[in-house]
């Protein structure tokens, strides 16, 4: 089985200058997460889709973050501009559904570096 | 405000010993705890959960003790291996959510090094 992909791997930007971040998650996984994690800090949650609707987006800064989850599959993770404190690993996560039996399954992250 | 907290950001032990991980909540509405283990490079991968309702959740060489008046759960490796060195991460998952996993508290993880 697949598991859920993520790129670029790698992306260095300067500040105000946009970036976005794509994830294929696991085939049949009607919830997909993305999370930030800060050096250091454990991954906090920014958006939760079920299917292509969202869940919880309380913590997204919806000035600067955007994203999408068009037909229920792949999601995008947009920000702009980006300021020197969003220089983070970005993990997308997927689960079959939302309860809590339902194990997240991360990919292996977007590093980004804002100069 | 921190409300899963690993105090120790680092564990060191010797191959075949326990290792002994903890984890400090402090929303009493945390009724779901789950831990994630981390290789550099890699996605957090899901290890062992225990629900509110139980004070211990076993699967083979892991246990996760919950010690819901302390607002404490730990996670223990025995016997330790090599292959154990990685962060390890406690997370919560609030009851007010219905049922749903909803939004995961992380802590800032534990990195564990065991020696040969």
């Known amino acids: 089985e697949a598991g859920v992909a993520q790129s670029p791997r790698y992306k260095i930007i300067e500040k105000r200058q946009s970036v976005a971040f794509w994830c294929n998650p696991i085939s049949g996984h009607a919830t997909l997460y993305w999370y930030q994690q800060i050096l250091g800090q454990g991954p906090k949650l920014l958006i939760q889709f079920q299917n292509n609707g969202v869940v919880d987006d309380s913590q997204l800064p919806k000035d600067r973050f955007s994203a999408e989850r068009l037909k229920g599959v792949d999601s995008t993770l947009k920000i702009q501009p980006a300021k020197l404190e969003d220089s983070a690993v970005y993990l997308c996560?997927?689960?079959?559904?939302?309860?809590?039996?339902?194990?997240?399954?991360f990919g292996p992250g977007t590093r980004l570096t804002v100069l | 405000d921190q409300q899963v907290k690993q105090n120790s950001p680092s564990l060191s032990v010797q191959e075949g010993r326990i290792s002994i991980l903890n984890c400090d909540y402090t929303n009493s509405m945390f009724d779901y705890f789950l831990w994630y283990k981390k290789y550099p490079a890699e996605g957090p991968t899901f290890l062992i959960s225990i629900s509110s309702i139980k004070d211990k959740n076993e699967d083979g060489r892991f246990t996760v003790f919950l010690n819901k008046s302390a607002k404490h759960l730990s996670l223990h490796i025995v016997p330790s291996q090599p292959g154990d060195s990685a962060v390890y991460f406690c997370?919560?998952?609030?009851?007010?959510?219905?049922?749903?996993?909803?939004?995961?508290?992380f802590g800032k993880g534990t990195k564990l090094s065991v020696k040969p």
């Open positions: 997370a919560a998952s609030p009851m007010n959510y219905g049922g749903s996993q909803g939004n995961l508290i």
């Open positions: 996560a997927s689960s079959l559904g939302s309860g809590r039996r339902n194990e997240q399954f």
